[in-house]
T-cell receptor, first 111, second 114 residues
Framework: RKEVEQDPGPFNVPEGATVAFNCTYS??????FFWYRQDCRKEPKLLMS???SGNEDGRFTAQLNRASQYISLLIRDSKLSDSATYLC????????????FGSGTRLQVQP | GAGVSQSPSNKVTEKGKDVELRCDPI?????LYWYRQSLGQGLEFLIY????????KSGLPSDRFSAERTGGSVSTLTIQRTQQEDSAVYLC????????????FGPGTRLTVL
């Protein structure tokens, strides 16, 4: 079983739609959680950290459920520019801080 | 300021040759990571440097892979006797280590082994 699992998609949605991505992780000792965004043939960039209480950044909302070892990302009012691959990322060891990446969920927002 | 830079951006080599990939982290960042990403896959951790501590090499896939970080700054990832399965994008990231958990990635080196 992979340490971090995501639905690869693609999710094809119209502009203005709300879309949600889910992610599960296997290491219950994981300490830090993130969503990264990766555009085609580009490096990953941090989208947002995920906190236990849930957090929101504009149109983006992230949730963490430690009991179920589950992370989610909700995107409201999708824009064409949101088209990218969204990587669920877990840091199992705060000392090393090396990240464990999911394979990503591809989002395509259509006009 | 300048971000993480990597060179070369693309490298094509023949099976069996050695290659060196270079990473210049953000100035002042104490931690440096190497990852690789195969086509359509997530990132795979390779090695981690933190200050003057011994590197965490637990992600290196074989003894053909090695890395150095000189002077706490520039890092070189060396792959000896390259194989076709080594073809991937090799990404370097650096981390402030004090005020932020965000890793900043370089643009990567796309390695193709023929």
């Amino acid at each position: 079983r992979k340490e971090v699992e995501q639905d690869p998609g693609p999710f094809n949605v119209p502009e203005g739609a709300t879309v949600a991505f889910n992610c599960t992780y296997s290491n219950s000792a994981s300490q830090s959680f993130f969503w990264y965004r990766q555009d085609c043939r580009k490096e990953p960039k941090l989208l947002m950290s995920v906190y236990s209480s849930g957090n929101e950044d504009g149109r983006f909302t992230a949730q963490l459920n430690r009991a179920s070892q589950y992370i989610s990302l909700l995107i409201r009012d999708s824009k064409l520019s949101d088209s990218a691959t969204y990587l669920c990322v877990v840091a199992p060891d705060t000392g090393r801080r090396a990240l464990t990446f999911g394979s990503g969920t591809r989002l395509q927002v259509q006009p | 300021g300048a971000g993480v830079s990597q060179s070369p951006s693309n490298k094509v080599t023949e099976k069996g040759k050695d290659v060196e990939l270079r990473c210049d982290p953000i100035s002042g960042h104490t931690a440096l990571y190497w990852y690789r990403q195969s086509l359509g896959q997530g990132l795979e951790f390779l090695i981690y440097f933190q200050g003057n501590s011994a590197p965490d090499k637990s992600g290196l896939p074989s003894d053909r892979f090695s890395a150095e970080r000189t002077g706490g700054s520039v890092s070189t990832l060396t792959i000896q006797r390259t194989q076709q399965e080594d073809s991937a994008v090799y990404l370097c990231a650096s981390l402030d280590g004090t005020s932020s958990n965000e890793q900043f990635f370089g643009p990567g080196t796309r390695l193709t082994v023929l």
